[in-house]
């Protein structure tokens, strides 16, 4: 048996949308943190068939044909015929917008390696944990993270690559508020097929986000939280237009999420830096400074329907 622990990233420059559906090639580069308080630990070990459990409960059927979509391109890449257990355990809620497949597929990757014993390096694992979900591409990394989108068909240099480390910015925080935590209405991979062939804003929305990449780099490397904050929430609110001008139109957002947004403006007014950003779910991820943690955490006490708040360093 071999068991893989990995984390959940949060985009700053968010990936929404294919140009390859089976190899998992995203339109566009994307940036994120790996989050150390949201961890996926993934146990596997061979077996007659292949099965998956999360958190003790067998695996849902959409979430089964998912995984053996994935463990279908492992064989036939690394030429075995072998089937698998799998266990996976997460200490956050699933399938709510907080990147579980992100750090399942990124635990299963290295837990398959290790069992397989193909000793792949990070280039490879990034590349194989892609084919589950495309936020997994980046969850083999701690610290910052881009995935570039790469340009070749056959997905060879669509890889994650780390940018800097979980210590060059040790104060960066990130307060994910979940304001709920059932499974969301739409998975993110048919939400992304819509907005790209629907989204009369989707093009648009791709070419201004690419062009984030590097200023949110430079934020990062001068650690200045507001040119973070701001390229963030502006990406983030395109990616979610794009889902609005859709057809059919598509919203994670809810009031109590709105609420949530409205705080950490509220708060931003009053000269607390916080900053927000959104993924395909109602729950919102503040990115803050570890000054200004106990005064954000205090104001979210004020707040109706928050279910759960979970403050995370960088992984
Ligand atoms: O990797 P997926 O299919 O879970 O898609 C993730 C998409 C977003 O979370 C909305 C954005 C991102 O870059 O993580």
């Avoid at 690394?78 to 990147?99: C, D, K, R, V, Y």
């Avoid at 944990?129 to 969850?139: N, P």
């Avoid at 927000?276 to 104001?299: M, R, W, Y």
Wanted: a positive charge; glycine letters at 4%.
């Amino acid at each position: 048996m071999s068991r893989a622990t990995a984390c959940a990233n949060i985009a700053l420059i968010k990936y929404w949308g294919k140009r390859d559906e089976n190899l998992m090639l995203s339109t566009k580069s994307s940036l994120s943190v790996t989050l150390d308080s949201l961890k996926t630990v993934t146990e596997v070990e061979f077996s007659q068939t292949d099965s998956l459990s999360i958190n003790g409960i067998k695996a849902s059927d959409e979430v089964l044909v998912k995984f053996t979509k994935f463990l279908d391109q492992f064989r036939k890449k690394f030429g075995m015929n072998q089937n698998f257990l799998i266990e996976s355990f997460n200490n956050f809620p699933t399938a709510a917008g907080l990147a579980s497949s992100a750090s399942g597929f990124a635990a299963l990757t290295v837990a398959l390696n290790d069992l397989c014993k193909l000793n792949l390096d990070k280039k490879e694992l990034s590349m194989v944990a892609r084919l589950g979900s495309g936020s997994a591409s980046r969850s083999v990394y701690g610290g910052f993270v881009v995935w570039n989108k790469g340009l070749n068909t056959d997905g060879s240099d669509s890889f994650a690559e780390q940018i800097f480390t979980s210590d060059y910015w040790p104060e960066l925080r990130v307060i994910i508020v979940v304001v709920q935590s059932s499974k969301k209405k739409i998975s993110s991979s048919r939400a992304m097929q819509i907005s790209v062939n629907t989204s009369p804003s989707y093009n648009d929305w791709v070419k201004r986000s690419e062009l984030r990449i590097k200023p949110m780099i430079e934020a990062i490397e001068r650690r200045n939280l507001d040119a973070l904050g701001v390229l963030a929430e502006a990406d983030c609110l395109e990616m979610h237009a794009t889902m609005h001008d859709s057809v059919p139109s598509i919203n994670y957002l809810t009031d109590k999420t709105l609420r949530i947004v409205d705080l950490v403006k509220n708060l931003r007014r009053s000269s607390v830096q916080c900053y927000f950003t959104i993924d395909a779910g109602p729950n919102v991820k503040i990115i803050t400074t570890v000054s200004n943690q106990e005064l954000i955490l205090q104001n979210l006490k004020n707040v109706d329907g928050v279910e759960q708040v979970i403050v995370s360093k960088i992984a």
